[in-house]
């Protein structure tokens, strides 16, 4: 069942029916605030403000949700295209005015060459696993022109683990998630968080060039 559709559809129509919960296999469930699905350009973060000006060329949106970040760069003249998995995100971006949505898995998606892939929002998050990402990374070249780029921002999750040391068996950024809204619940999903010095090391094993153009740093209260 798509949860996660049927509640940015729900929510778009102004007939939410419950909350959204969030839960993880680190802590408690938490409440998702749907909103941001459908921020401006006004309310975005600088950093997405920020990764929007160096999109060029044609661009590709990788799982483009409600079509947020679509939204803006079509209004800026850009050809984008949204590729999201989720129908009924789909259906959400075709009713906001996205001109070009492809409903289907990035994955096995070779129709087009772009000159940037974007995935904002944690984007790059969806490969779920440390291999899986390594496996995209060699894949997305095939979905590029010569001198093309992926721009995708991701973040250190070291912090959810101060006070237990996390399993070193696998990767600490690799998260499992589960939907549930209206009764309902999503099957679990993982979500890959990667910190700066292991991206590096990825991309070199599978031929990029890293460029980190923003930072951001959480600050905590003592």
Same mark, same amino acid.
């Given at each position: ?80 295209? @949204? ?27 070779? @129709? ?56 070193? @068996? ?32 990825? @991309? ?19």
């Amino acid at each position: 069942m798509d949860v996660y559709g049927t509640f940015l559809k729900d929510f778009y129509a102004g007939s939410l029916k419950t909350d959204v919960l969030l839960h993880n296999n680190y802590g408690d469930a938490e409440e998702l605030p749907v909103d941001a699905f459908f921020r401006t350009e006004d309310e975005m973060p600088d950093i997405e403000i920020y990764a929007l000006s160096l999109c060029r060329g044609k661009i590709l949106d990788i799982g483009a949700g409600t079509g947020t970040h679509s939204l803006v760069l079509q209004q800026k003249g850009f050809d984008v295209t @949204a590729i999201e998995i989720s129908e009924g995100a789909c259906q959400v971006m075709a009713l906001r005015g996205v001109k070009q949505v492809i409903n289907q898995d990035i994955l096995n998606y070779k @129709a087009q060459k772009y000159d940037t892939l974007l995935l904002m929002m944690n984007g790059i998050g969806f490969c779920g696993y440390v291999q899986d990402l390594k496996t995209f990374l060699i894949e997305a070249k095939n979905l590029l022109n010569p001198g093309g780029q992926l721009i995708f921002d991701s973040s250190d999750v070291a912090y959810l683990y101060e006070n237990e040391a996390p399993d070193t @068996a696998t990767y600490y950024g690799e998260i499992d998630y589960q939907y549930e809204y209206d009764g309902q619940k999503s099957d679990w999903f993982s979500w890959l968080y990667i910190h700066q010095a292991f991206m590096q090391q990825l @991309a070199t094993e599978t031929g990029w060039q890293l460029q980190i153009i923003y930072q951001c740093r959480l600050l905590k209260q003592k």
